[in-house]
Structures are given as C-alpha cells and as structure tokens.
C-alpha cells in the first residue's frame, strides 16, 4: 500500500474494536496543553493572543502562559534566532484549531493574512480549513466546523507532502 493512500479503520484510534480489559465506558480525554519552542517570546504572544483570542496568564523573560477561556493552555518558550523546527521529523509538527463559527473563521484567516504570506482555504468534507504560518513559520490551521460538530471521513491529503 502507498504512503498516500488513506485507509477507513472503524472501531478505536488504536486500529481494533476492543475496549480496554476492565473498562465499560472508553475514557473522555482531551488535550489540556500544549507547549511550543518559539525563536521570538514577544512576537509570538501578540501572534497567538490575536489568532487565538488568548489570555496571557503567566510571563517572564523566556516563557509564557496563554490560556482561553475553556482552559485550555499554550505554553510558549523563547529559544532564540537559532532554534530550528524540521518538519517531516518524528513529534508533534502543528494543531489544527476549531473556530467559533464562520464569522470567526474569517476573523482567524484574516489575522494570518496579516501575519503570512501563504495563507490556503479549502473546503470538503464538510467543513473549511483555512492554512498560514505563524511568525516562527510553523503550520497555523485553523478548521470550522470541529470535529465534534462533522466527524472527519478522510486523512487530509496536506499531511502525505513531504
């Protein structure tokens, strides 16, 4: 099978219809936090508080705190000019986030296009997904409706080019 071919796996996101040994119901998670090496701490505040709508909760001179209000929390931390982000590599590359509607969706794409130079909209699926980069040139998608609202059928393609 190639790379590219996207392949429909019911059940789990393990890949198999079986619950844990003892569990009757599957644990609710959800993400809490994120953190994100960044080359410029400012810059990337006034960035993420804009597209976001984040508030700044905690701040010192390498780090910050960014939280919305349903908690969720975006630590940021300043590593200078230098530090690098090679996509394509093992961890974590980007989120997507969810816009409030489509009003905000449009809000979202406007911030990037302030910020970026490239910024896509796409829409299929059932819902859009608005692409740009962030001041460190890192992947920002923003996507309306979430995923809870249109559950995703298909691995977005963007995701086998490199």
Request: aromatic fraction near 8%.
């Amino acid at each position: 099978m190639e790379p590219d071919e996207p392949v429909e796996v019911s059940g789990g996101g393990s890949g198999t219809d079986r619950e844990p040994a003892g569990a009757q119901e599957r644990p609710r998670l959800r993400l809490a936090s994120a953190v994100m090496f960044v080359h410029e701490l400012e810059r990337s505040v006034r960035f993420y508080r804009e597209l976001l709508a984040l508030d700044v909760t905690v701040h010192d001179n390498t780090a910050a705190l960014l939280v919305s209000p349903d908690g969720f929390q975006l630590y940021l931390r300043g590593m200078g000019s230098r530090a690098h982000h090679p996509l394509g590599h093992v961890g974590i590359q980007y989120l997507i986030w969810t816009a409030d509607g489509e009003d905000d969706l449009r809000r979202c794409e406007e911030v990037l296009r302030a910020w970026s130079e490239h910024v896509t909209r796409e829409t299929g699926d059932g819902f859009t997904l608005v692409e740009g980069r962030g001041p460190d040139d890192v992947p920002v998608l923003v996507s309306y409706p979430g995923p809870e609202a249109v559950p995703r059928r298909e691995i977005l393609r963007r995701f086998y080019r490199w």
